[in-house]
């Protein structure tokens, strides 16, 4: 049983250009969760989308910055016009279904650079 | 929304020492894992606990969901320990999943 996949793992953009980040979840799994993780910092909450629906995008910036999870293929989160600070380590995370039994299991991450 | 505290910020042990690192919430929570961020920065998962104690090899982790903390046990450190271990929680009060992570504790074995 595959485990959540992410790729790119690296990526490196010039300021101005675009950034698709794509993540399979695990089999089973329709919970999907994007977390930024800064240099030297903890993980920031950015987006909660199951199959077709984003549920909570309260930790997204509100401009550049865009993620879908459609009915088929992976969940892709989308940075326009990519500045410096958006460097960072983007990790996804699955988890199967409810609540009571919502074990995350994450990726192992896609670092974006911006030159 | 939920605040999730951990602490030591920062923690160094002589390899072989045991430590124990801590998670305060602030509120109810149906959900709580344990993860070891490793130096090469891959999220592990430790412990799935929303109550109780478990145990996996030298570590253990407990949490008392009616005091709104856990605890992560640590026997018998190894340089492998390594790395920044962050607790996740899921609030009860909320209509959907949203996992809110505490800002970690650092962790250096050193030999």
């Known amino acids: 049983n595959a485990g959540v996949m992410q790729n790119p793992r690296h990526l490196v953009r010039r300021r101005g250009q675009e950034a698709r980040l794509r993540c399979s979840p695990m089999?089973?799994?329709?919970?999907v969760y994007w977390y930024r993780q800064l240099p030297e910092e903890g993980l920031k909450f950015m987006v909660y989308?199951?199959?077709?629906?984003?549920?909570?995008e309260s930790g997204m910036p509100k401009e550049r910055f865009s993620a879908e999870f459609p009915k088929e293929g992976p969940s892709i989160l989308r940075i326009q016009q990519v500045v410096r600070g958006d460097s960072a380590a983007y990790f996804c995370?699955?988890?199967?279904?409810?609540?009571?039994?919502?074990?995350?299991?994450f990726g192992e991450g896609s670092r974006l650079t911006v030159l | 929304g939920i605040q999730v505290e951990q602490s030591p910020p920062d923690l160094i042990l002589q390899e072989g020492a045991n430590s124990t690192l801590r998670c305060n919430f602030s509120?109810?929570?149906?959900?709580l894992q344990w993860f070891h961020q490793n130096p090469w920065g891959q999220l592990i998962n430790l412990f799935y606990?929303?109550?109780g104690t478990k145990q996996n090899g030298r570590l253990s982790a407990t949490t008392v969901a009616t005091e709104r903390y856990s605890l992560l046990y640590i026997s018998s450190s190894q340089t492998t320990d390594s790395g920044v271990y962050f607790c996740?929680?899921?609030?009860?009060?909320?209509?959907?999943?949203?996992?809110?992570f505490g800002p970690g504790t650092s962790l250096s074995v050193i030999p």
């Open positions: 995370a699955s988890s199967p279904n409810s609540r009571d039994t919502g074990e995350l299991f």
């Open positions: 996740a929680v899921v609030a009860s009060k909320t209509s959907y999943d949203k996992v809110i």
């Open positions: 509120d109810s929570v149906n959900n």
């Open positions: 089999k089973g799994h329709s919970h």
């Open positions: 606990i929303p109550s």
């Open positions: 989308l199951q199959k077709e629906n984003i549920i909570d």
